[in-house]
Structure formats: C-alpha cells, structure tokens
C-alpha cells in the first residue's frame, strides 16, 4: 500500500506493478509464473508490460478462467505439477504458492526455478514467512482454511538457495497485509447478505475469524511478507530496488 494509494484494487496493481519493475521486465520478454493461479500477474505483465507469459497451476478451473479472461493477451496457462513445468525464460516470478511446497521440498523447489531462467534473468519470490524455523501453522488454519500449509523462515530459505541463487534483494512488507486483511473483511461482510441463506452462519463466523486473526498476526509483526529477488550469477554492478 504505497502512500496514496486507498483501494485494494489499486493496492493490488501497485504490487504487480512493483514485480514487473524488481526484474526489469521489457517488452517482449518471457516470463514463467510458478503457481499462476488465477492469472493475475500474467495479465498484468502481458498488458502493461507487454510479456509473453505463461504459468503452471493444478487447478483446471483457474486456468479456464484464465484462459477466457485473457484470450487476447499472450497468456498460457498449463495444468501440472510445478516439477513437470519445463521450459526457459527471462524472468520467473512465484506469488503466495511457496506457503504450500513444504519446507521438505524447498531445495527441489529453488532447483526447477533454477532450471526454467536464463543466466542473466531473476527470479522474484512473493511468500508469507514466520519469525521461527520450529513453529507450525496453527491447527485451526490447517485444519479448516490451508490443508498442509508451510510457512517458511528466512533460515529455511536461505538453506535452499545455497550455491543456487544469489540474493540481490529481500523486502518484507507483511505490514501492508493488515490492511488488506481488513479490506478483505470488509469486502466479504458487505456480500454477506447475498450468500447467507446459502452457505449459513457457520461459513461467516470461520472466514470471519480466519480473515482478522490473520490481520492481527501481521499487525503484530509474527507473520511477514517477503519479495525475494534472485539472480543466478550476481547482476553485474549490482542491482537496484525500483523507487
């Protein structure tokens, strides 16, 4: 949430705008996105920047909606394991789906992002992270909300990456995920009304707990929000975080 801005819409622009310029994207260059979800990013980057994209998500229905949503832009979705992802780009992003890998695969996981980028590309990681390598997702959220969900420490991170990357930048701003949180919460009551007889208190009081609870952590500073920006050989004079 730069200064000035007060929507989540625009919030969510300047983030993807703020991706698109820590790897320098250019007109025409290629970009893998590791667990694409919705598209998002590739839409962003393919419209804006003028990228040709293409991302991996296990979801057939995301990539469908992907796929209609941005028809006329230079989008592929493929429907995979992220390991299957094969291909070589100039740039790799990967935003809120490291949470899921599990702290067992992080070392496979950095090794295929090395795979997919060009020698003077970057790879720029967008991920949750907690303050202690031994903590655990809480019961409740695993339970309900995020199945085997992972959230990783910056040692596990670095432990990773050793002889793989070289970090050229680390940028946490978990606290600008408070009040997205509460704009979510504030999103999700105004459209209650619509979804109550469907979906019953029960529904409400679970996502309403999850959604401010989450807020109160990152408020607290006991959950972060980190972009990694990662380079394979060293960026060549250094590299400079975009103002």
């Not at 903590?135 to 995020?146: A, C, G, Q």
Request: with cysteine; hydrophobic share 40%.
């Amino acid at each position: 949430w730069p200064a000035g801005v007060t929507t989540l819409d625009a919030a969510q622009d300047a983030k993807l705008d703020l991706v698109c310029r820590k790897i320098g994207l250019k007109a025409g260059q290629t970009v893998c996105d590791i667990g694409c979800g919705w598209g998002a990013f590739m839409g962003f980057a393919a419209e804006k920047y003028g990228a040709n994209c293409v991302g991996v998500t296990v979801s057939p229905d995301q990539a469908a909606y992907g796929r209609e949503r941005y028809r006329d832009l230079p989008v592929e979705f493929q429907v995979k394991d992220y390991r299957q992802f094969e291909g070589r780009s100039d740039h790799v992003v990967s935003m809120g789906m490291f949470e899921h890998v599990g702290h067992k695969n992080y070392r496979a996981y950095f090794e295929k992002a090395a795979s997919l980028l060009k020698p003077d590309g970057l790879f720029l990681l967008h991920s949750i992270g907690k303050n202690r390598r031994a903590s655990t997702l809480d019961p409740w959220t695993e339970r309900h909300i995020f199945p085997n969900g992972d959230l990783p420490s910056l040692g596990q991170v670095g432990d990773a990456l050793d002889g793989l990357f070289v970090c050229e930048d680390l940028h946490d701003f978990g606290a600008d995920y408070d009040p997205t949180l509460m704009a979510w919460h504030a999103n999700f009551e105004a459209a209650w009304p619509r979804f109550a007889g469907e979906l019953g208190e029960t529904f409400r009081r679970k996502w309403r707990y999850y959604l401010l609870s989450c807020a109160g952590a990152f408020r607290a500073r006991e959950l972060q929000l980190w972009q990694w920006v990662l380079s394979k050989e060293g960026v060549r004079g250094g590299w400079r975080r975009p103002q």
